[in-house]
């Protein structure tokens, strides 16, 4: 007997399940229903992607780079999160002039028990690009704080955003910690079509 026929109410009725975009309702024998949220359904179709890098012993002064690419058939939602072992600068841009994407990163399903290995995204990430200009500022951050405690922590920057297709994105963490610190950037997105 599984927890929820120990309470008396049955097991949900899959079969009559409700599906519209990203969420899922299920009809149980007793009429109730049950949602499932939009973030749960993208991992468990295998539509939710990851890809961070872990930038080590980063120079005062010197700048940490995540390059996030988006095809022109996919918009992309998704958030940057950013950890750092000392103060940082934290800013993203979009529309940046790089002459080299950077290194490659891998994106993670983050479905790890029935990924779909034909599902892969259309968004690519990099890090350490090789850039002449910026871009278009979207966002000033900072991360850690100055004082008697030592300035660490982590961040997640302007909450979710929805990305423009054939549009190029930069997140640049600069290390104003004095010290050289390790900081790790990561990004987490799913896509639909345009």
Known sequence: MTEVESWGIGRPDFSNSVAKGANEAYVWPSGGITSVRAIHWRIKESKEWLASHRFVAVADNAE???????????ATHGYISVEAAGKCYVDTYEN???????????????????????????????????????????????????????????????????????????????????????????????????
């Open 64 to 74: 940490a780079v995540l390059h996030i690419k988006v095809d022109a058939t996919k």
């Open 96 to 194: 940046p002039v790089t002459t080299d994407d950077g290194t490659a990163l891998t994106e993670v399903n983050m479905n790890r028990q029935t990924a779909t290995p034909t599902l892969v995204p259309s968004t690519s990430i990099f890090h350490t690009p090789t850039k002449t200009n910026d871009g278009t500022v979207m966002e000033y951050g900072m991360l850690g704080a100055a004082g008697k405690f030592t300035a660490a922590g982590g961040v997640e920057t302007g909450g979710y955003r929805l990305l423009k297709p054939s549009e190029e994105y930069l997140v640049i963490v600069t290390n104003k910690s004095g010290a050289a610190v390790d900081i790790v950037i990561q990004y987490g997105w799913h896509e639909h079509p345009v």
